[in-house]
């Protein structure tokens, strides 16, 4: 029912900028919940940044609060999230998610998951 691909991670150094985008297709997309959870090898799951199917009304886990900003761009059934000032600790394989609800996904549940794009911040 619903696809999420990611793209745009890569290699980057501590204090620059990444973006990374997500397409999604499927007929129920526009009325889900989209975001970012991010899993590193040994830490748990955390959930990013999160947005409403509106785009207006967005959370953020709170170690990216002020460096990270996540936008929606409904036509193009699309997610991007823009990342500044970026630190070692950021450093994670990062997955576009969706849901019903934003409540779900800020507490780090989701019904859909992309293949996932890993992000690498050297110092």
């Known amino acids: 029912q619903v696809q999420l691909v990611e793209s745009g991670g890569g290699l980057v150094q501590a204090g620059g900028s990444l973006t990374l985008s997500c397409a999604a297709s499927?007929?129920?997309?526009?009325?889900?919940?989209m975001g970012w959870f991010r899993q590193a090898p040994g830490k748990e799951r955390e959930s990013v940044a999160v947005i409403t199917w509106s785009g207006s009304t967005t959370y953020y886990g709170d170690s990216v609060k002020g460096r990270f900003t996540i936008s929606r761009d409904k036509a193009k059934n699309t997610v991007a999230l823009h990342m500044n000032s970026l630190k070692p600790e950021d450093t994670a394989v990062y997955y576009c998610v969706a849901n019903s609800f934003l409540s779900q996904l800020a507490d780090g549940r989701a019904d859909y998951w992309g293949q996932g794009t890993q992000v690498t911040v050297s110092s």
């Open positions: 499927g007929y129920i997309f526009s009325n889900y919940a």
